[in-house]
């Protein structure tokens, strides 16, 4: 989950390591620090806390090198602080290195390297590869590549390692594996970076190095090779986004600036899915080797809101097929032992294309012969890379830790998917027709959606003194509240839980009592009554219930009753989500939180 960044070339490391942080700093923010190099000496600058921590210890005038590398860090392995801080150096500090990921053998290879007289400085996974690679080098007489093969090859676990060293200070080292790691270039430099925001400002065109490989920046070029030292192919390819696209431009935070962007993402993610005949099209499905007529599962699985996204899927699946549809937490999936075989489908999403509990499912389904569909919004992705075939959400680069055009981009897909798959299956998706001509409309009504923001911090009020939020729906609209109550726990720290609507009586109504703010999803016109019902259960106890419900619903005698525009009710979740993000954003700012950056997050969540 760590963000890293190296550089060499013929002016100064500097300025892309810190812009290429700052880009990254979404990946981890507990820590930050800096490696530069040359033949004279190598210097290490390491701050507690937050990038600009770190930025107020480094005077740019006397950091001429020009190489360099750095980190920006979330804890795994010892506590946030200067010392567990990366970049991690050998004694004599000749050898300098920042680690994304984790290695799980670390305590067994310190003990060895404890024996042989190494000293230890920090608590972290990641101090074990530099005393390594130090301890292969002097072994290997000083081949520096020959070393890092060797060193690489004990490690298990993943790594995305970026390294410098006083020997050959003109060059930064790169390995990778399970996390990571895409490199670019200009005419006079080379540079590397966990994902392409970090570069984007330097070039378009890039490399996604695979696992399994080391690079060798200079500035004149790029030698990639396999852990064994054979030449590796270099397949380059062109950042889908400009520079402004990974900028606030003139929102307070990334978070507000991507709740804007939701009608454009969900126009890009639409571009070439609608025929003109009104029809989906989904070729990267439709050439899956999947043999529809006998499929008996289709398993959607992610993690946190892709997850929610997941549910989704099936429910609206579900309606539409007589195959299995279930969704499942990438983070359970391998421990259920799931049904997986050449009859089973298996749909993963993701934002990040990163995620190891995702990756560790998709390893899982290729291996039991499962078909594997990938959605997700990076390109070149890990788990793009893995998929039998990927479908993108086409929501650019999405920086703040709270996920927002990343999940009603893949809402959209999802519900593509669906039409595309009850086809396959010689099923029948209620109201097909009406989904597809609302799916072109979903932009303009996002837009009268956003225009409801002075209504959601009006609302966000309500929560000024309360320490809990109940969120409710049923169907379809009960992911929405699931990501309705992780939008607001995540940035604002207010505890809040979501329920199917008919659940609340089975428990978790003791809970609410004079003033408990119950958020109520009646979008669904067949079941919006006995949600109600539920509804009046809790003002009966006490709360304050804010309603959000579609544009003809019959509802009265409530207090705070908001009306989604027309659209169709298998798509009105996706404007209802955009309303609890605008209501979980108001309650932070009241709040005072730090909006992109909540804390003990990351975005990226790139360990098991
Ligand atoms: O990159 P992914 O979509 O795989 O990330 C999965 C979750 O970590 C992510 O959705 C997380 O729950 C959100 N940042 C919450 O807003």
């Known amino acids: 989950m760590c963000g890293i960044t190296g550089f060499t070339g013929k002016e100064s490391a500097l300025p892309f390591l810190l812009q290429g942080l700052e880009r990254l700093e979404y990946r981890g923010y507990d820590s930050a620090g800096i490696t530069l190099v040359d033949h004279e000496k190598m210097t290490t600058y390491k701050a507690k806390g937050k990038l600009a921590d770190l930025k107020k210890i480094i005077d740019p005038e006397a950091c001429p090198q020009c190489a360099g590398i750095g980190h920006t860090r979330w804890a795994t392995h010892g506590v946030p602080s200067q010392l567990n801080a990366h970049p991690h150096s050998n004694a004599d500090s000749t050898i300098s290195l ?6 799980e053998n670390y305590q067994k290879i310190k003990k060895d390297l404890l024996a042989r007289g190494y000293v230890f400085r920090s608590e972290t996974d990641s101090e074990v590869v530099v005393h390594l690679l ?26 995305a390692l970026c390294i ?67 030449p590796a ?76 996204a997941c549910i ?26 799931p049904v997986l075989d050449r009859d089973t489908l298996c749909i993963f999403v993701s934002q990040s294309g990163e995620t190891a509990d995702t990756l560790a499912a998709v390893k899982l389904a290729k291996a039991e012969g499962a078909h594997t569909f990938a959605v997700t919004n990076v390109l070149g992705s890990s788990l793009a890379r893995a998929a039998d075939a990927t479908v993108y959400t086409c929501a650019g680069p999405e920086i703040a830790v709270a996920s927002t055009k990343a999940y009603t981009t893949q809402l959209v897909l999802l519900a593509c998917i669906d039409i595309r798959l009850s086809e396959l299956l010689g099923g029948r998706m209620p109201d097909k027709e009406r989904i597809i001509t609302d799916l072109n409309n979903l932009p303009a009504v996002l837009d009268r959606t956003l225009d409801m923001e002075p209504m959601m911090e009006r609302l966000a009020v309500l929560l000024q003194d309360q320490r809990d939020a109940y969120f409710i729906g049923r169907q379809l609209d009960y992911p929405t509240a699931l990501e309705g109550a992780l939008k607001l726990k995540e940035i604002s720290y207010i505890h ?56 003809d619903i019959p509802v009265s005698g409530f207090e705070n009753v908001l009306r989604l525009p027309e659209i169709a009710p298998q798509l009105i979740d996706i404007p209802a989500a955009v309303l609890l993000q605008q209501f979980a954003y108001f309650a932070a700012v009241n709040k005072g939180c730090d909006i992109d950056q909540p ?10």
């Open 496 to 551: 809040a839980d979501a329920y199917y609507a008919g659940e609340l009586k089975h428990g978790p109504i003791a809970l609410i009592e004079k003033d408990t703010v119950v958020m109520a999803l009646a979008t669904q016109a067949e079941i919006a009554a006995k949600t109600f019902s539920n509804i009046q259960e809790t003002i009966a106890r006490g709360a304050r219930v804010i309603i959000i419900t579609g544009p």
């Open 599 to 608: 804390r003990n997050l990351a975005k990226s969540v790139t360990v098991e």
């Open 312 to 337: 989704y899927a099936k429910t609206l699946l579900q309606k539409a097929v007589h195959v299995t549809c279930i969704a499942e937490p990438a983070s359970e999936f391998r421990y259920e032992e």
């Open 98 to 103: 920042v680690h994304n990921g984790i290695i």
């Open 164 to 230: 410098v060293t006083t020997y050959i200070p003109d060059k930064v080292f790169v390995a990778k594996k399970e996390s990571p790691m895409v490199i670019g270039r200009t005419a006079d430099s080379s540079f590397c970076g966990s994902d392409a925001t970090a570069l984007i400002a330097y070039t378009k065109e890039v490399l996604v190095l695979e696992d399994g490989q080391i690079a060798v920046l200079s500035a004149d070029g790029i030698k990639v090779t396999d852990f064994d030292g054979n």
């Open 134 to 159: 130090d301890s292969w080098y002097r072994r290997l007489n000083g081949d520096m590549e020959e070393a890092l093969r060797h060193t690489v090859r004990e490690l298990e676990g993943s790594f």
């Open 233 to 308: 192919e270099q397949a380059w390819i062109s950042i889908p986004y400009d520079i402004e696209a990974a900028q606030k431009g003139g929102y307070d935070s990334y978070m507000m600036k991507e709740i804007h962007e939701q009608p454009r993402a969900v126009r890009e993610t639409l571009r070439g899915r609608l025929s003109p005949e009104g029809k989906i099209l989904m070729p990267e499905l439709d050439q899956l080797p999947v043999r529809w007529n006998e499929l008996k599962r289709i398993y959607f699985i992610a993690c946190g809101t892709a997850y929610h």
